[in-house]
């Protein structure tokens, strides 16, 4: 799938693109406790997304690494789409 493919309310997204940012992730309080989360931009040829990392997931990608992404959601979020990656998802960096 294209990055300009994706609409609000997706699931099992499965892409390939590149990370063209990458903030420092912090910690926030969720109901779940406190929780480690980031965010990144991927980019292909057709777009742009932002994807949000959590726990683990902000120590995988660094800003240039191509990336695969398997069993993604999206979601739309303060007006923002935004890719997120469950436990059954998987990120994975191919170059």
Do not use: C, Y
Not at 14 to 29: G, H, N, Q, Y
């Amino acid at each position: 799938m294209k990055i300009s493919d994706i609409r609000d309310g997706m699931n099992n997204i499965e892409l390939v693109a590149t990370v063209s940012e990458k903030d420092t992730p912090r910690r926030i309080k969720t109901k779940f406790g406190m929780k480690l989360i980031g965010h990144a931009i991927l980019e292909d040829e057709t777009g742009s997304i932002e994807i949000v990392l959590w726990g683990r997931q902000t120590k995988m990608l660094e800003k240039g690494d191509k990336v695969k992404i398997k069993g993604a959601f999206a979601k739309k979020f303060r007006d923002v789409l935004q890719l997120n990656v469950p436990k059954n998802g998987s990120i994975e960096v191919i170059q």
